[in-house]
């Protein structure tokens, strides 16, 4: 089945140990995103790409970056993490195609402990 | 930038019950409105959108809900809840850019 698939799905690191989270996609999907969801909490956008092109939200911390080698894969870089950045880290996936139904295809998540 | 109100945090109803979630965003214009759930241990799936014309959408398992531009409203429904309907729910709004701003999620717990 297409999917979006994200590994690890559960990662610990310590305090300032810098982290990478993996997303992966079988939808052939041109734009991909990365949010954060800390509990209780909704789902906050990171950045996405559109393509190649990297968009970043206003209100990111410079500690966030991305990659995206491919259009299957999405990184997720954590330069140094502090305790305020436990949280899910989700993936989506989006086609950017007129006839597409602008859903956004979310991946498991990665639930990410800084210790 | 939008941003998006769900009314209750926690809404515990037993089998049968009916379910009316409320989801509000700040500001009109053409908007794209979804409803996310999410069951317990598993990932974000759509169960319903809207786009345009009929104001009455109709999603997966007996979910529908209303858009009210006037209200700037897109409340979701199901006239009797089940069991394996406990989950999390998400109001989303498509911004500018292709973007979703959520709501902070109510949670459902239905009583067998």
């Known amino acids: 089945d297409a999917m979006v698939i994200q590994n690890p799905r559960y990662q610990v690191t310590q305090f300032g140990k810098p982290v990478t989270l993996s997303c992966s996609q079988t939808l052939n999907h041109n734009v991909m995103y990365w949010y954060q969801q800390k509990s209780s909490q909704a789902p906050k956008l990171l950045f996405h790409y559109y393509d190649k092109d990297f968009n970043n939200e206003a209100d990111t911390p410079d500690n966030f970056q991305s990659r995206r080698p491919n259009t299957s894969f999405c990184f997720l870089d954590i330069r140094s993490p502090g305790l305020g950045d436990a949280a899910m880290y989700l993936c989506?996936?989006?086609?950017?195609?007129?006839?597409?139904?602008?859903?956004?295809?979310f991946g498991p998540g990665t639930r990410l402990t800084v210790t | 930038a939008q941003s998006v109100s769900q009314h209750n945090h926690h809404v515990i109803l037993s089998e049968a019950a009916s379910l009316e979630l409320g989801c509000n965003y700040s500001y009109g214009g053409t908007v794209n409105l979804f409803w996310y759930v999410q069951y317990p241990g598993q990932h974000l799936q759509l169960l319903l959108k809207?786009?345009?014309?009929?104001?009455l959408v109709k999603g997966i398992k007996g979910f529908e809900a209303e858009f009210i531009k006037s209200k700037f409203s897109f409340n979701l429904r199901k006239p009797s809840v089940q069991w394996s309907d406990t989950a999390e729910y998400f109001c989303?709004?498509?911004?500018?850019?292709?973007?979703?701003?959520f709501g902070a999620g109510t949670i459902l717990r239905v009583k067998s």
């Open positions: 809207y786009f345009s014309g009929d104001p």
């Open positions: 989506a996936t989006r086609a950017d195609d007129r006839g597409s139904s602008y859903e956004q295809y």
């Open positions: 989303a709004v498509e911004e500018y850019g292709n973007k979703l701003v």
